[in-house]
């Protein structure tokens, strides 16, 4: 019989063990936490969109309208007019023909993935992407071979020895837990000369990189002919609920017809699709949010190197402070905590063993201030 509690006492002897955290009110820099007002550095509210008052009134205006729940799945009876507009505004933003909704990113990366390749087929993946991308090339049958961080030459030579008769390349388009950006212009080059596709999960550049935000493809001038498969979600830079995947009209009826995870999945409310709508307007006219991120960013990089936190190689919202050990790692997030600031200790199996971190995030509604009490406490707490 398994024995649970000898598991969990293990996870808790390995500094392993995650506990919840229970948040009163709306996300923001400043929360209720526990029924104790903190300074936030751990939210991918990257823009500040998450209550948004033109958000959250869009958002309770689509509930008159269409109700709470979306009461099927898309292909039943739960595709809205107020889904399909989404569809067709975030396909325009994205500048690709199509865009299909998915209820969560993990299941925008499960559907697409396993209705890509399969049995005899190959995926290759950046060793850092993130779980959910990991786990759509184990559970899609085709062969899962991960190439090393970044490493064109390392994704260069397994394509070359790979004899699959289809091959899809996959990355982040920001990696999660490190911050910094794919290099999609050569990936796209080494892909193309393989007669790979390739995949892109934008979950936490779009909104944040690129003109007007459109994502790490944007960023880098590349459009559905280079990252034929860009999928990303809906729950950090943009402020809301839920993922889609864009691409050409082949590629969206495909995954319509093949993506089980779109199949069999209740839509998400329709009034999150409205909200939605909403949110892309302000990201689109906003591009002060922006930079002020990159004035935050800024700001804290100075301030580390200055006190002489050496921080990971990252220009985006995302700055991880590499501890090393978890239990380590614990203890610094608790003294931040007890001097009001939450960051969130990040471990194994998150991130390689020896690697665990702070994983500090900044959202364009921090103030430069709130930068300066986060790099104090840093300094104090050694």
């Given amino acids: 019989m398994i024995d649970l509690k000898q598991k969990l006492a293990e996870r808790e002897a390995l500094h392993l063990y995650r506990r919840r955290r229970t948040i009163d009110g709306p996300q923001g820099p400043e929360q209720l936490v526990d029924g104790k007002?903190?300074?936030?550095?751990?939210?991918?509210?990257y823009l500040g969109l998450a209550n948004h008052p033109e958000i959250v009134a869009a958002f309770k205006k689509g509930a008159d309208t269409y109700g709470v729940g979306s009461g099927a799945a898309h292909l039943v009876n739960g595709h809205s007019s107020a889904h399909h507009a989404l569809e067709e505004?975030?396909?325009?933003?994205?500048?690709?023909?199509?865009?299909?909704?998915?209820?969560?990113?993990?299941?925008?990366?499960?559907?697409?993935?396993?209705a890509l390749v399969g049995t005899g087929d190959a995926v290759f993946e950046d060793r850092l992407n993130h779980a959910s991308?990991?786990?759509?090339?184990?559970?899609?049958?085709?062969?899962?071979?991960?190439?090393?961080?970044?490493?064109?030459?390392?994704?260069?030579?397994?394509?070359?020895?790979?004899?699959?008769?289809?091959?899809?390349?996959v990355t982040d388009g920001v990696f999660s837990m490190d911050g910094d950006i794919a290099p999609l212009p050569e990936l796209?080059?080494?892909?193309?000369?393989h007669d790979a596709l390739l995949m892109v999960d934008d979950a936490h550049a779009l909104g944040v990189l690129g003109p007007q935000g459109r994502g790490s493809a944007a960023h880098f001038g590349l459009g559905v002919a280079e990252v034929p498969v860009l999928m990303a979600t809906l729950g950090k830079g943009v402020g809301t609920f839920g993922a889609f995947v864009a691409g050409s009209e082949e590629l969206i009826e495909?995954?319509?017809q093949a993506a089980r995870p779109y199949i069999y999945t209740t839509a998400t409310p329709p009034a999150v699709a409205e909200a939605t709508r909403a949110s892309l307007k302000i990201i689109e006219g906003d591009e002060w949010r922006r930079e002020k991120l990159q004035t935050l960013i800024k700001r804290f990089r100075s301030g580390a190197a200055q006190i002489g936190l050496e921080l990971m190689d990252s220009q985006t919202p995302i700055q991880p402070?590499?501890?090393g050990e978890a239990d380590r790692a614990v203890a610094l997030s608790r003294r931040l905590e007890a001097e009001g600031i939450v960051i969130s200790a990040i471990r194994p199996p998150t991130v390689p063993e020896g690697t665990a971190r702070l994983r500090i995030t900044f959202s364009a509604n921090h103030s430069e201030a709130q930068v300066d009490r986060l790099l104090a406490a840093l300094e104090s707490c050694g």
């Fill in 37 to 45: 007002k903190v300074l936030s550095f751990c939210s991918n509210d």
């Fill in 188 to 193: 796209t080059a080494v892909a193309q000369q």
């Fill in 89 to 114: 505004e975030l396909a325009a933003f994205v500048q690709r023909p199509r865009v299909l909704l998915f209820s969560t990113g993990y299941m925008a990366n499960l559907g697409a993935v396993a």
């Fill in 254 to 256: 495909w995954l319509i």
């Fill in 321 to 323: 402070l590499l501890i």
């Fill in 133 to 169: 991308l990991l786990d759509a090339g184990l559970l899609s049958r085709a062969r899962l071979a991960r190439y090393e961080h970044v490493s064109i030459d390392s994704l260069t030579n397994k394509l070359a020895d790979s004899k699959a008769k289809e091959k899809l390349v």
